[in-house]
């Protein structure tokens, strides 16, 4: 059975860090693509990062994309997600996602997500 | 980026009604489109990959379909336990993208 679950969720200060983990059992962890997914409080579902199996592709979104960095080790079967210079607007439960197949990025399975509250 | 829309942004059905979730892609995504449930407090639940591929699990009165840019997402009969609110993503290119959400609610 696939299973997904993240941590590293908190409060913390604007303009602070945190690392968000998410530790996946019930497959061969490296064969897969992983993503963060967030949704904020009262909006919709927003893609984050996505990295591929062997940490060759990396992708961010746009809101993102310098400040926060996806990694993965596969001896650990975790995924990663360092976020620095948070803003409030980073307010959100952050989903860890496993790729549906091998061959292509879709989101097949989540977890149960990690809330991250940026405020101070 | 592809921008992706949903309509309607929310509606109230009956339970029994057939129900119809339509989104549209800004540019052709070929067949490469995702639907996803997801309830108040939980995580969301893959459907539907490939356009009209059921997700493992996933009972047959979910149906989607449509290739290009127009997509359709159908609930055959309407059960209590769907009321939530469902996203559409296209995982044709980077960013992936989601539509806005549609939330299904009782009437």
């Known amino acids: 059975e696939v299973q997904l679950v993240e941590s590293g969720g908190g409060l913390v200060k604007p303009g602070g860090s945190l690392r968000l983990s998410c530790a996946a059992s019930g497959f061969t962890f490296s064969n897969y693509s992983m993503n963060w997914v967030r949704r904020a409080p009262g909006k919709g579902l927003e893609w984050v990062s996505s990295i591929s199996g062997r940490s060759g592709y990396l992708y961010y979104a746009d809101s993102v994309r310098g400040r926060f960095t996806i990694s993965r080790d596969n001896a650990k079967n975790s995924l990663y997600l360092q976020m620095n210079s948070l803003r409030a607007e980073d307010t959100a439960v952050y989903y860890c996602?496993?790729?549906?197949?091998?061959?292509?990025?879709?989101?097949?399975?989540w977890g149960q997500g990690t809330l991250v509250t940026v405020s101070s | 980026d592809i921008q992706m829309t949903q309509s309607p942004s929310s509606l109230s059905a009956s339970v029994g009604d057939r129900v119809t979730i339509t989104c549209r892609a800004s540019q052709d995504i070929s067949n490469y489109l995702a639907w996803f449930q997801q309830k108040p407090g939980k995580a969301p639940k893959s459907l539907i990959y490939?356009?009209?591929s059921l997700q493992s699990g996933v009972p047959s009165k979910f149906s989607g379909s449509g290739s290009g840019t127009d997509f359709t997402l159908t609930i055959s009969s309407l059960q209590p336990e769907d009321f939530a609110t469902y996203y559409c993503?296209?995982?044709?290119?980077?960013?992936?993208?989601f539509g806005q959400g549609t939330k299904v609610e009782i009437k």
């Open positions: 490939a356009a009209s």
């Open positions: 996602a496993r790729a549906q197949t091998v061959g292509a990025n879709v989101l097949g399975y």
């Open positions: 993503q296209q995982y044709n290119s980077y960013p992936r993208t």
